[in-house]
């Protein structure tokens, strides 16, 4: 293999550049992207409060960058991938043996606040930049849609900057498809405790304003007053610069369970793929910092072996920092979820899922030792 | 020269958390102590939280893992040491000194 592309430079495409030098691949590197590497999770949380800069979140220094001896192509984006090789943004077309898709997901919008004023998503350090200033300049009343973790943390970090803050959650318990409905119920709880309103069952059904953003409807006539809305409503694979490319989509680039597509050539990473997870039998996108992390040393060794030979097999883990408080999970939830270590009164403990006598998963708040021990003890249940 | 804890408080596997302006942590791993900055150079987490193996401490938030002998990350996310100490034991109790910055790795 001689030349390998790598589409896409947050932390799965650079953490798959660095495990192809790391495995020994000598040849030509290109890494293609539409912004330099960085990290995004202190978006929602510590750039909001203003604790790190934009420089603080870079995931490699220039040292780190200049060992991967890579040609880069920063600030454009791939919009074609065929026989002849990916076709940029600027035109320009890079053939090479190996392929790394690392695009990422893109912030879902509500199509009833386009043209919008006083709108935001938060994906980007740009997203994150532009709610900053919008947050500087005193908005009276916030609303966040979605009591997600974005969602979540960004009420979070809103309230902690001193604002008014409004959730909205269309479902009836929030995260309860991720935690189940217990713990859902008791991190929903976390936002009326800081004095943040919190309104469950309800979608959204419009917004109210001319050119900004006035209020909220609700799908039950209900209007919440906004003169700042974050959507937290998820985010979607960034897929279609492969259409044509012959690879398989479906909510994501469909790999196996060594994150490999059906061309051994071509391996798909964080985000963007939805690998055949061998703990659970099913397909999954782990939309986690984590599995971007962790994804690309078995994607890139099954990419240089030219065939699946190892395979990805980890649990999911990821926190989340609310209010002061550091959730963690790890795993897969179930309805059989007891409490092992503390109380959900107190906000502090730890609670494990089981499946018969099988632990399945860890959810956690404040607790990270007890956590680590019991993370440690799922892995190793197979 | 502070005092940590006694040596029957510090079990082997586990860590200790010394308050203070900057928070330094006694880990007990293989019959040996080490002090260290306790806050992980990666993002703000307690390493005295973590897990502890040989002569590393894993990160609880991202798994960063640190060399005990030296501070020195052994693999990413963490890319900058964190510094070590001297740890002295006496009479059965545990003693850091937290003067003595030692060079980062």
């Known amino acids: 293999m001689r030349t390998v592309a790598v589409v896409g430079t947050s932390l799965a495409g650079l953490r798959a550049a660095q495990e192809l030098r790391a495995q020994g691949f000598d040849g030509r590197l290109v890494m293609i992207g539409a912004e330099p590497p960085y990290d995004r999770p202190p978006l929602s949380k510590d750039f909001l409060l203003g604790k790190v800069s934009a420089g603080d979140i870079a995931l490699a220094g220039q040292d780190d960058l200049d060992a991967l001896a890579a040609e880069w192509h920063l600030g454009v984006r791939a919009e074609k991938l065929g026989r002849e090789g990916v076709t940029l943004g600027d035109g320009t077309t890079i053939a090479a043996d190996g392929y790394v898709v690392a695009t990422g997901a893109v912030a879902r919008t509500l199509d009833a606040a386009r043209n919008l004023g006083g709108v935001h998503t938060l994906r980007t350090l740009e997203d994150a930049v532009a709610l900053k200033q919008a947050l500087a300049a005193g908005p009276s009343s916030v609303v966040v849609i979605g009591a997600g973790f974005i969602g979540a943390e960004v009420a979070s970090a809103c309230r902690l900057l001193g604002h008014e803050v409004t959730v909205i959650e269309a479902m ?41 953003v006035a209020g909220v409807r609700l799908a039950d006539g209900r209007e919440v007053p906004a003169d700042l809305v974050v959507a937290g409503v998820g985010a979607r694979p960034a897929t279609e610069w492969l259409t044509g490319s012959g690879l398989a989509v479906d909510d994501g680039v469909l790999v196996d369970s060594g994150c490999v597509t059906a061309y051994p050539r071509v391996i798909a990473v964080g985000d963007v793929a939805r690998y055949r997870c061998p703990l659970r039998g099913v397909r999954v996108r782990a939309e986690h910092w984590t599995a971007a992390g962790e994804q690309p040393g078995v994607a890139v060794a099954n990419l240089l072996a030219g065939s699946t030979v190892t395979h990805f097999a980890r649990h999911g883990y990821f926190w989340s920092d609310q209010y002061g408080r550091r959730l963690q999970f790890a795993g897969v939830a179930t309805e059989d979820v007891r409490i092992v270590e503390g109380d959900t009164a107190s906000k ?22 007890p956590f680590t021990r019991l993370r440690r003890a799922l892995q190793r249940c197979r | 020269m502070i005092r940590a804890c006694s040596v029957s408080e510090l079990p082997e596997g586990e860590a200790v958390r010394l308050a203070g302006p900057v ?69 059965g109790v545990i003693y850091v000194d937290t003067e003595a910055r030692q060079e980062v790795a």
């Open chain 1, 348 to 369: 502090r403990f730890v609670a494990a899922y089981h499946r018969g006598d099988v632990l399945t998963g860890v959810f956690a708040i404040d607790s990270p030792r």
């Open chain 2, 23 to 91: 928070p330094v942590s006694v880990f007990h791993s293989e019959g040996a102590y080490y002090a260290l900055d306790d806050t992980c150079s990666h993002q703000d987490a307690s390493l005295a939280d973590g897990w502890i193996e040989g002569c590393y401490v894993e990160c609880p938030l991202h798994a960063a893992r640190f060399d005990l002998r030296t501070g020195a990350p052994d693999c990413l996310p963490a890319k900058n040491a964190v510094r070590t100490y001297p740890v002295v034991v006496a009479d």
């Open chain 1, 172 to 212: 009836p318990v929030p995260l309860a498809p991720v935690l189940g409905a217990r713990m859902g119920a008791v991190c929903g709880e976390l936002h009326a405790e800081n004095d943040v309103r919190l309104i469950t069952g309800v979608p959204v059904a419009g917004f109210t304003g001319d050119g900004r």
